[in-house]
């Protein structure tokens, strides 16, 4: 079976030319998209294993010798296509700033402490559900120069495969009540507002695990619906 | 959804896909953390060595609108083997995905065999190219384009090749510049701008 991939569905991506996003200015291409018909090269993709990864990928807590500094927290939630059916078996690759909102990055400059006890990166595969777990951290807020008094808001990077190469995605999960939200023009790129709700997760009392760290549940939903029969194209 | 509650996330049909965001500068640790001596989920070499084929190795350099080089892109590759399969079962050694961080100097390469034709639309033929997708900081949602190889004659009759203007089309084709060795450069923007595709 082959999957369907609807173009439309790309509408709640944000535009690679976001000015106020001052990265996209020299980077966006000037020139149109050319759509791409889906073959072979499209709809198939890299597929990973549990050789992937190692023990202890999963709990960013559990990378080094010590306790990192912070609020310890669990993040977890359903990796779905749009039509809500579960994507097992898909990687995810997760990374972040520490508490301090400093990343382990020769280039982030920002004078906050490195932990020695936190790096910030993890991986994880999804269950035959499409279930996801991950203990980590959770990143402060950091500035950046995109303009005066610049700052992130707190976000943890999330890269997903999903069943094809057309499905990849990369993208960021924001915390509930931030207040850099509409600040932030990483964030706001995205200029559908049900769509901007999708990228922040939601405090979850059930993730939540008692007398040792709050839980917050972030769903992602990947292209791709199952084909419907050929000779019906718009049968449900 | 215009309740003030956030609406179920996982409640049916109705999913909005989850958005695209760019990858930031610092992904490096967790993508490509050679440099920092963590594990490689996968590296520029796509087939190892004794994998069935032509051996090739693909090299250049990713320029802004200003021409100058992005030394913190992230370059993925997305290939069919030799005989034109994706996937094949006992192709041990090729995985057909590539990732690779730029250099200071914006420098990518990929080592691998010359992809076998894969199927196209109406069951023809499509010349043998690469799948790749750049992804920086400022870009937003992954960048989706192709690699073709000069010396191939199927590039003349390529179903996709043929829906790029005439004039863009050298910007998908890496020109052979060695034995094994074929130069692509990816130019984000402006004058020579790699055509990239809406996938």
Known sequence: MS???????LKSHPLNASPDYGSTLKRAPSKPLILLPHTLSETTGPVFGHAALAAGDSDLTRQHQGEPLGERIIVSGRVLDEDGRPVPHTLIEIWQANAGGRYVHVRDQHPAPLDPNFTGAGRALTDEQGRYRFVTIKPGAYPWRNHHNAWRPAHIHFSLFGPSFLSRVITQMYFPGDPLFKYDPIFQSITDANARERLISRFDLATTEPEWALGYRFDIVLRGRSATPVEEPHDH | ?????????????????TPSQTIGPFFAYALTPRAYGGPELATEQIAAEGVAGERIRIEGVVYDGDGAPVGDAMIEIWQADAQGRFHAAGNAGFTGFGRAETTAEGAFHFETVRPGAVQGPDG??????LSVSVFARGILVRLATRIYLSDEPGNAGDPVLMLVPADRRATLIAQRVGD??????????GEGETVFFEA
């Open chain 1, 3 to 9: 999957l369907i991939y609807p173009p439309g569905s």
């Open chain 2, 124 to 129: 023809r033929l499509q010349a043998p190219h």
């Open chain 2, 1 to 17: 959804m215009t309740t003030e509650q956030q609406a179920p996330q996982a409640s049916g049909a109705d999913l909005g896909i």
């Open chain 2, 180 to 189: 094994t060795v074929f130069r692509f450069d990816i130019r984000l923007q």
